[in-house]
């Protein structure tokens, strides 16, 4: 189990309360509930409620942190015991209040009196709600969850959590790297993958990205490259893109960031969800086993749905019509029960003294080691199985930090990772006021604690004894000192070569183009294409012609025909390479393209035109939520399809429906125009299409966009009719025409498994 065992105890009078309301809720049965999105456990009556009662509890997809003590102890406390309690609104200290919309004043329309402590409280609170946001990875999404080890990393590490069938509460937190809380999802952006392991030896913390290298080779640049990559300080614009010209001034005069603009500016840069996202340790660490041998790893995140992405002008609309997809998607895929899965992975190289591995330095973080050179091993997998239950509490306050280790895992001198273990935790110190961030319940670790630490800032532990130093005799001598017998962290003994102080970086970082061009090689001719729009565009962005140029030398020393492409859509003529193009063999694991995937949580639009070809609506709708699909049906308006037979529920209108939420549509009639259908009320309406069409323009508009983003896309019935009136021919690549709903949701679930009906687009490099 990953919760808190539940306290035998006598439950107080709140907690009684709470199952009350927690019975009720079960009684009552929220109609379409298979549907994810409902923002409160239980339907909503029009009226305010007037009958006091406690707080409800959480939907079933969400919990809390584990309850566990400041200083690492089960308290066995029911999660409901550490939520808000009660039937009626208190002060913080508990004070019943009798009002809270007006301030105590000297007669109704006299000055505020100082006098009103509520008021006070009120509003000090709300003026302190936030905290410093981070300054980088603002934007978030986080979910609960648990990782079950293999037991194939015994040999390599002692490491508990990667037991054979163990089992450890984890908390991952997504997000983007650049922009602020108030940020879009889909911006052509890195982004985080960052695990919490609560294992019984401690927190361990595995901090990383999507990309499996970074844009500089030392920590002390990294002020560099994201003051660069920030909106630009005069201005505060651009917001969460790295199209301006401070980042490509800075990427293009600093050319080891090449291999990360190279990985940013493919389709891994704009991921379709979070669920569909690689994740990366990005440096080389170390493992150590129960006899003391050493190995050198690097970490790997393989999702089980696959790795895929948006297209760009997808990404771009989706950013508008719903800046929240990627956490939305994330929060619902789990409230829907089709929990994320990934298998976490190591590359394992000998932890040989020059830390080299075919050539490839071990210690550089903007270098890979290809697949096919040292196969990824699973290790363990990890499932994401409830949501938060408060964003703030969880999801914004949870504190990462790569010294987080435990016992069988270790760091190298990879001067990037080096840096980085001062860097979290001081931030940490700074964003949430002290040292006792670990102290937050998402924080806590689920291990013992015997710091010897004291006070400070936010200090929740009520610590006993007298002697918080060693050596004592006043405490009885405690706390004693471990040994790796008895599960002490030890740091692996590396011998450290005598050496001068220098600022100065190996021989072996200097090269910064080979591994660009084994991406660049590796690329199918579709995604090259993508690569070519997306370095096009950035660069069109930026003001000055001289950073322009200097990115077109960067690019011929990849590869001459990107270069002349990107030239091309810049104006500018295409330089020569100033080093000789590297010709390393393709890795065709860095490739999106070409496999099949599981579809869970996928989303498909049922398109209708109302109360027709209701009955395969209903049989489609049930056949794709069994096939593990989210479906969700369009109609002209909201409210319920009624038709003969069970009434159909509409999740989305022609008006707030677009196809960028959707994986595909699947049309089953030719809807008229809609009584909103023209321009002064839906801005999406071309007046002239609505008088001539004969079919609502948003329904054309949804089927082009849905097709020149590569989405399958299925009609039976009535539905062939908009494809036709939508430009779509039958027999165009994704495209299904079926005598049957279920026959077409039959075919559109091969297509669906290839995520993109990647035929329709015709590449040229």
């Not at 401690?202 to 640049?221: E, R, T, Y």
């Not at 096009?536 to 322009?548: P, Y």
């Not at 049309?667 to 023209?678: E, N, R």
Request: glycine content about 10%; proline content about 8%.
């Amino acid at each position: 189990m990953i919760g808190s065992p539940v306290s035998a105890k006598k439950k107080n009078p709140v907690t009684a309360a709470a199952d009350k309301v927690a019975e009720k809720v079960q009684e009552v049965t929220r109609p379409g509930n298979e549907i994810p999105g409902a923002p409160a456990p239980a339907p909503v009556p029009v009226d305010e409620p007037t009958e006091p009662t406690g707080p409800l509890p959480p939907k079933p997809d969400q919990r809390g942190p584990d309850t566990y003590s400041p200083t690492g102890q089960a308290t066995g406390t029911p999660q409901e015991d550490v939520a808000q309690g009660g039937e009626f609104l208190t002060t913080a200290q508990g004070a019943r209040l009798y009002d809270t919309d007006h301030s105590l004043k000297a007669g109704a329309r006299g000055p505020v009196l100082l006098q009103d402590h509520h008021l006070r409280e009120k509003i000090t609170h709300f003026d302190h709600e936030r905290i410093p946001e981070r300054v980088v990875h603002a934007r978030g999404a986080a979910a609960h969850g648990v990782f079950q080890g293999y037991g194939t990393a015994k040999k390599i590490s002692k490491a508990a959590f990667l037991g054979k069938d163990v089992e450890t509460p984890v908390f991952v937190r997504f997000s983007t790297v650049l922009g602020s809380r108030g940020s879009a999802d889909t911006v052509r952006d890195t982004r985080g993958f960052a695990t919490k392991f609560y294992t019984r030896e401690g927190v361990f913390d595995l901090v990383g990205n999507n990309i499996p290298v970074f844009f500089i080779q030392d920590a002390i640049k990294f002020p560099d490259v994201i003051h660069a990559g920030k909106p630009h300080p005069d201005r505060e614009i651009p917001q969460a893109q790295s199209a301006h010209d401070t980042f490509w001034d800075f990427v293009t005069l600093h050319t080891e960031a090449t291999h990360h603009t190279l990985w940013n500016m493919s389709d891994r840069g704009i991921p379709r969800s979070y669920r569909m996202m690689e994740g990366f340790g990005v440096h080389t660490f170390r493992f150590v086993n129960a006899k003391g041998a050493t190995t050198l790893v690097k970490f790997h995140w393989k999702p089980k749905l696959g790795v895929h992405s948006l297209v760009w002008e997808e990404a771009q609309i989706t950013a508008g019509v719903d800046p929240d997809f990627h956490r939305r998607d994330l929060a619902d895929a789990i409230e829907s029960g089709a929990h994320p899965q990934w298998e976490l992975g190591v590359q394992t190289f000998p932890d040989t003294e020059d830390q080299m591995f075919e050539g490839i330095d071990l210690l550089d973080p903007t270098k890979i080691v290809p697949e096919e050179l040292a196969p990824v091993q699973p290790i363990g997998l990890l499932t994401l199985n409830a949501n938060p239950s408060n964003y703030f509490a969880e999801t914004e306050q949870v504190a990462f930090h790569l010294g987080h280790l435990v016992p069988g895992i270790d760091v190298t001198n990879d001067p990037l990772l080096q840096g980085r273990l001062f860097s979290y935790l001081d931030t940490q110190i700074s964003r949430l006021g002290g040292p006792n961030f670990g102290q937050l319940p998402i924080n806590r670790t689920h291990a013992p604690v015997n710091d010897m630490l004291r006070d400070g800032m936010h200090q929740s532990a009520v610590h006993r004894g007298v002697a918080p130093y060693r050596p004592n005799s006043l405490d009885g001598g405690c706390p004693f000192l471990a040994g790796a017998d008895t599960g002490a962290y030890i740091e692996v003994p590396e011998q450290v070569p005598a050496a001068r102080k220098v600022r100065e970086a190996a021989a072996s970082f200097d090269d910064h183009y080979s591994q660009p061009r084994l991406f660049w090689l590796s690329m199918t001719p579709t995604e090259r294409e993508h690569i070519v729009a997306a370095y096009t565009f950035e660069l069109n962005k930026c003001w000055e012609t001289a950073i322009k140029e200097r990115a077109l030398k960067v690019l011929a020393n990849i590869d001459t025909e990107l270069c002349a492409q990107v030239a091309t859509g810049l104006g500018l003529p295409a330089p020569a390479p100033s080093v000789k193009p590297a010709d390393p063999a393709p890795s065709p694991a860095l490739s999106q393209l070409g496999g099949t995937w599981p579809l869970d949580g996928r989303i498909v639009g049922i398109l209708t035109a109302g109360d027709q070809e209701l009955s395969g609506v209903r049989s489609v709708r049930e056949a794709a939520l069994a096939t593990g699909l989210v479906p969700l049906v369009i109609a002209p308006t909201g409210g319920v399809l009624d038709g003969d037979g069970e009434p159909v529920s509409v999740q989305r209108t022609f008006a707030t429906a677009r196809s960028t939420e959707f994986d595909a549509i699947l049309v089953a009639g030719a809807p008229a125009p809609g009584v909103d259908a023209y321009g002064a009320r839906d801005a999406k309406v071309d007046d002239d299409v609505a008088a001539t069409a004969g079919i609502d323009p948003r329904v054309l508009l949804l089927l082009t966009e849905a097709y020149r983003h590569g989405k399958a896309i299925g009609a039976w019935g009535d539905g062939t009719e908009a494809l036709e009136v939508a430009g779509i021919a039958p027999d165009a690549p994704g495209v299904v025409v079926a005598e049957t709903a279920d026959a077409g949701l039959e075919q559109l679930v091969g297509l669906l498994a290839g995520h993109r009906a990647w035929d329709r687009f015709s590449p040229a490099v």
